[in-house]
């Protein structure tokens, strides 16, 4: 019974819970247990909060569309009140949060029981989970490779059914990497389109974005239903949705236009796996009754290459200024408890100037304008999630490549995703296929701004067409 109730969807299990067929402290109970089971191994969950879980369970649980559901929180930007946010630092181990996030407040609104908190690199500077302090979280198909990052405990845990949803965020990739990586579905919102607040406005240049990685396209639509919206003070607003995203998932639409290319926009080498994956998606969208199209990459691969490599070490050196300035102390002292590839990327951003920083936002604005042109065209670009298969643990080892190879290598996983964060477009990754070494490969969708609906469509469809969730590892 309860690796059966573990196999359903978030919205299946709310049902369950709303039917009476089962109790929300059983569901939580047969979580628990399963995390118990397999974290020792896995290493997804790095904070537990079991105890308060069952008192909720036993208590007055919120009516909302998940009542009941258990649900992991990233350690990062989404604070939980009562626990410390630490982004797997352990400079920031005492950081405990004296109140939740807008988001972590509408979770609870929305039903869902948080039983703990999920691992991230350090900073969540790359797109791999093995921080020094917290160690390396092991991905469910192979534990010899990475389940992606930054939310790549998140995944894991989604992956080896420890919850059916888990929160998760992406600033370059970071919730559509851990989904290809962990065969499931991941969508990165548009920007504005689900809050940060009150604690963060824009991240750093508009390139964060909040929401789940989840086993089912409809968890992850009725989920981005209960949570979307700003509150007051947001530097951006999307519109609201015309209908709720649910709505694209249950009737789905033929005739989107489709643009697919395989290769990466910056020259990086594609895998023939990825590339596969991508053919395969192709063909599947055409017998879906799409309008399918093969181009060339619509923007300046080399040129954003060049100004993400010159942008986001800014993003470690701006955080690890901030946290100084908050301790009276100099960032230099700060930097020396980091692990290497965060010392390195410090090093590089700690001499950009403002005027970088300006420059670099000027050409991913004129990016966007690109694109904006480009889906006046097509609905959907199609390309793959990561040019390569989930890499084996310690492949983007700064200790043992040195900084600017370990550096190279992020920017090469970096490549199909981060366009979609400087320009704010929703972008999803689907499970397509599954390598002989028994590890997931995803498609990546990507819509023009303001556009999920388009993105639930075509992935319901796929979803229909080839399903993924009956496939799972074996643990």
Request: proline fraction near 7%; glycine fraction near 10%.
């Amino acid at each position: 019974m309860n690796s059966d109730i573990l196999e359903c969807d978030a919205t299946e299990q709310a049902r369950l819970i709303a039917d009476g067929e089962i109790s929300a402290g059983e569901l939580i109970e047969a979580s628990i247990s399963r995390i118990e089971s397999y974290d020792g191994r896995i290493n997804a969950v790095t904070q537990r909060f079991f105890d308060e879980a069952r008192k909720n369970a036993d208590g007055s649980l919120v009516d909302g569309p998940f009542r009941g559901v258990p649900f992991l929180v990233k350690d990062f930007y989404c604070h939980m009140k009562g626990t410390p946010t630490t982004g797997s630092a352990r400079l920031l181990e005492d950081n405990v949060i004296d109140h939740d996030s807008e988001l972590m407040r509408r979770y609870r609104q929305a039903g869902f029981v948080t039983l703990g908190k999920t691992n991230v690199p350090e900073m969540v500077s790359v797109g791999t989970t093995e921080p020094a302090w917290r160690g390396a979280t092991r991905n469910p198909w192979n534990f010899d490779h990475t389940p992606g990052g930054s939310s790549g405990g998140a995944a894991a845990a989604v992956a080896a059914q420890y919850v059916a949803a888990a929160h998760a965020n992406d600033g370059a990739g970071s919730i559509r990497i851990p989904a290809s990586c962990c065969g499931l579905f991941g969508l990165k919102p548009s920007r504005g389109r689900v809050t940060l607040g009150p604690d963060v406005g824009e991240s750093i240049g508009g390139i964060t974005a909040e929401h789940v990685v989840t086993r089912s396209v409809r968890d992850s639509a009725a989920i981005l239903d209960a949570t979307c919206g700003p509150m007051v003070g947001d530097p951006y607003v999307a519109p609201p949705p015309p209908r709720p995203f649910l709505e694209s998932v249950r009737n789905p639409q033929a005739g989107l236009r489709i643009a697919v290319s395989s290769g990466a926009p910056d020259g990086t080498n594609v895998a023939a796996e990825c590339v596969a994956a991508v053919e395969e998606a192709a063909n599947l969208c055409r017998s879906l009754g799409h309008h399918v199209e093969e181009i060339t990459s619509p923007i300046d691969g080399p040129g954003f290459r060049a100004a993400l490599s010159d942008f986001w070490p800014m993003t470690v050196t701006r955080g690890l200024v901030a946290l100084a300035e908050q301790r009276g102390t100099n960032p230099d002292v700060l930097v020396r408890d980091l692990e290497p590839f965060n010392q390195y990327l410090f090093s590089k951003g700690i001499t950009r100037r403002a005027v970088d920083y300006i420059q670099d936002l000027v050409r991913f604005q004129g990016m966007a304008r690109v694109f904006g042109h480009f889906f006046e065209k097509y609905d959907i670009w199609l390309s793959p999630t990561l040019p390569f298969a989930p890499p084996k643990l310690g492949y983007f080892d700064a200790g043992i490549l040195g900084g600017e190879e370990s550096w190279q290598r992020v920017l090469d996983s970096f490549a199909f995703t981060a366009p979609a964060n400087v320009t704010g477009l929703p972008s999803a990754s689907v499970p397509m296929s599954w390598t002989g070494d028994n590890l997931p490969i995803g498609v990546q969708l990507t819509a023009r701004l303001n556009d999920e609906a388009s993105l639930f469509n075509l992935a319901g469809q796929m979803e229909i067409a080839k399903p993924w969730s009956g496939r799972r590892p074996e643990l």
